[in-house]
């Protein structure tokens, strides 16, 4: 089920999380951003209480894109109490995203696959909504 969830800024999200953050900087049109979608899912299910999955479209946020200095797409980078630790550019298994996510993560991402975790859409600029799927 999707859930919207607003704030006032993508700043006060990243700060306010208690949980890592993982942003796709992602274009509609870019071909291997859409084959990172299965794989945040994938991902994303398996880290459900351990990590939050946000995307960005870059084309509706260029600045947004600009102040992290998105030059390549997808670009995925990962946020722990709202200051940058990781930046990955590029398609990667779900695997090796996990490896790659798990020493930024205290009680470590490697889970058995589950249906249900974050994942939050960066939409709406207006209202800066944000929606996540989550089985509650």
Known sequence: MAVQKQFNSFEELLSSSDLPVLVDFYATWCGPCQMMVPILEQVSGQTKDKLMVVKIDTDKYEQLASQFHIYALPTLVLFKNGVEVDRI????????????????????????????????????????????????
């Open 89 to 136: 550019e590029g398609v990667l298994q779900p695997a090796q995203l996990i490896d790659r996510l798990q020493p930024h993560s205290p009680d470590g991402l490697k889970s058995s696959l589950q249906t249900n975790g974050a994942f939050l859409s960066h939409e709406n600029t207006k209202s800066r909504n944000y929606q996540s799927r989550n089985s509650r």
